[in-house]
């Protein structure tokens, strides 16, 4: 009933740039946070960035600089803006939300996007 939609990956030459984009569908009640996780192949899923609800912000090392993570909580999304993009950035990225779909209920963690794939190759 809600669901993550993700959209915004594509084949790009390092250095190059994209930008990611996540929107909550369904009826909720309120959002603590929103994140990107990402999957290479061969690799465990990572925590790529995290944004709660009171702007609270977390990144993998390797892409500080380089990544930002923002939200417009009138949609109900979360954005990725990735910049100097690397090969090493490859992978598969999956929104994450942590939400509350009813007041007085506790929240949920295990919604997810649908995964949208990056490749950063000449």
């Known amino acids: 009933q809600v669901h993550l939609v993700e959209s915004g990956g594509g084949l790009v030459q390092p250095g190059g740039s994209l930008r990611l984009s996540c929107a909550v569908s369904?009826?909720?009640?309120?959002?603590?946070?929103m994140g990107w996780y990402r999957q290479a192949p061969g690799k465990q899923r990572e925590l790529v960035a995290r944004?709660?609800?009171?702007?609270?912000?977390r990144y993998l090392d390797s892409v500080k600089g380089r990544f930002t993570i923002s939200r417009d909580d009138a949609k109900n999304t979360a954005y990725l803006q990735m910049n100097s993009l690397k090969p090493e950035d490859t992978a598969i990225y999956y929104c994450?939300?942590?939400?509350?779909?009813?007041?007085?209920?506790?929240?949920?963690?295990?919604?997810w996007g649908q995964g949208t794939q990056v490749t950063v190759s000449t």
């Open positions: 994450n939300a942590e939400l509350r779909v009813r007041e007085y209920r506790p929240v949920e963690y295990d919604y």
């Open positions: 369904g009826s909720i009640f309120s959002i603590n946070a």
């Open positions: 944004i709660t609800n009171d702007d609270n912000t």
